[in-house]
Structure formats: structure tokens, C-alpha cells
T-cell receptor, first 111, second 116 residues
Framework: AQSVTQLGSHVSVSEGALVLLRCNYSSSVPPYLFWYVQYPNQGLQLLLKYTSAATLVKGINGFEAEFKKSETSFHLTKPSAHMSDAAEYFCAVIFTDKLIFGTGTRLQVFP | DTGVSQNPRHKITKRGQNVTFRCDPISEHNRLYWYRQTLGQGPEFLTYFQNEAQLEKSRLLSDRFSAERPKGSFSTLEIQRTEQGDSAMYLC??????????????FGQGTRLTVV
């Protein structure tokens, strides 16, 4: 079975600092990977997805993720955090035509 | 199209009562999913439809849970004899019928169930 692991349930950064949210996958075949964001009491919104066309994927709101097969990772980054980035972030993988989610990382941004 | 719509947004019910939630997917999407999310956790897969056929049910889904998707359009999720452990956010998502496996899922805003 395919799965994803998110290291760090909480990440805190200062406004303007680098954001790094970690995701490692387990898959015996090339994975289909996604990052979603969830604001309080809301559904999930797609940030970006890995398409195998490029290892560096750019998403919305200035986020990007790099697929590294050697490290089985798909970490999410943003060069400069904004207060509005405070939310829960989920990494997910497609397995038998359904999304399987990690446990999530809550990002806090301090002024 | 206004995206995936879920109703109601909030539901408070007494233990032992039955509840039903509705999901209206994006109209051209043939795949529809139900997830459950508890505080501090990622969404957990419950069940999945392709058109009107229910293709997979999670082992998490007890006999008290049933889902339908008549005519392959909207879907309902019913919970019978609710228990306090059923309190959670119930999320619905839909995906298009494109051939690519990396077609993204679009989520509704969820129905928050509180069992008292």
C-alpha cells in the first residue's frame, strides 16, 4: 500500500521566514503526490500536485515542492511566510484511485 | 459551477438518533468520495463511488454507516444510531473522469457533526 508520512505536527515560523513542511512517501511505483491546505472549518484546497513532468512543482500562493526519488520525499516550501499562510497542510498520495492523506502539519506564523 | 456543495454545514444530534448528509459534486465529475476528519488528524477515507456504483468501503465504515449515489449525481451519507465517537467533520470530494491518475480531488466545506 502507498502512504505518506508528515514529520512535525506543528511548525512555527516568523513572518518573512522560510517555510519547510516535510512529506515522505512510501510507494513501490511512481507516486502521484499532492499538497492540500485547510483553513479553520473549511474544506481542503489544492496547493500543488506532482505530475512527473518536472521534479520542482510550483503551486498557488508562492508555494513549491520538490520531488526527490532518492529520498522518497516531496517537501513543501515557501521562501517568505505570510500571516495568511497559517493553516493546516496535508500531503497526500493516490492509491487505488483514492487520496490517502498524511496526518497534517499545522503552520503558525508569528509577526 | 460553484464547486462541491455539502449540506448541512453543521449538525448537532443526540446520541442514538439518525443523521443524513448530502453532497453535490461538480457536475461533470463521475467520482465521488466521503472522508471523515477528527481534530488534529488528516482526512480518513470512508467510501468511494464511480457514477452510481459504490466501488470501495473502508473497514472504518461500520454497519451503521451507509452511502448512496442514486443516478450518479448527488450522494448521501447516513449514520444510524449515532454515537459520540461519530463526532467529526465529514468531507465530500469529487474528481473528474480524466484518464490521468493525478487528477486532483475538489473538496466541499464539510459537515461538522456533534453527537451529544
Amino acid at each position: 500500500a502507498q502512504s505518506v508520512t508528515q514529520l512535525g505536527s506543528h511548525v512555527s515560523v516568523s513572518e518573512g521566514a522560510l517555510v519547510l513542511l516535510r512529506c515522505n512517501y512510501s510507494s513501490s511505483v511512481p507516486p502521484y503526490l499532492f499538497w492540500y491546505v485547510q483553513y479553520p472549518n473549511q474544506g481542503l484546497q489544492l496547493l500543488l500536485k506532482y505530475t512527473s513532468a518536472a521534479t520542482l512543482v510550483k503551486g498557488i500562493n508562492g508555494f513549491e515542492a520538490e520531488f526527490k526519488k532518492s529520498e522518497t520525499s516531496f517537501h513543501l516550501t515557501k521562501p517568505s511566510a505570510h500571516m495568511s499562510d497559517a493553516a493546516e497542510y496535508f500531503c497526500a498520495v493516490i492509491f487505488t484511485d483514492k487520496l490517502i492523506f498524511g496526518t497534517g502539519t499545522r503552520l503558525q506564523v508569528f509577526p | 459551477d460553484t464547486g462541491v456543495s455539502q449540506n448541512p454545514r453543521h449538525k448537532i444530534t443526540k446520541r442514538g438518533q439518525n443523521v443524513t448528509f448530502r453532497c453535490d459534486p461538480i457536475s461533470e465529475h463521475n467520482r465521488l468520495y466521503w472522508y471523515r476528519q477528527t481534530l488534529g488528524q488528516g482526512p480518513e477515507f470512508l467510501t468511494y463511488f464511480q457514477n452510481e456504483a459504490q466501488l470501495e468501503k473502508s473497514r472504518l465504515l461500520s454497519d451503521r454507516f451507509s452511502a448512496e449515489r442514486p443516478k450518479g449525481s448527488f450522494s448521501t451519507l447516513e449514520i444510524q444510531r449515532t454515537e459520540q465517537g461519530d463526532s467529526a467533520m465529514y468531507l465530500c470530494a469529487s474528481r473528474g473522469s480524466g484518464g490521468s491518475m493525478n487528477t486532483e480531488a475538489f473538496f466541499g466545506q464539510g459537515t461538522r457533526l456533534t453527537v451529544v
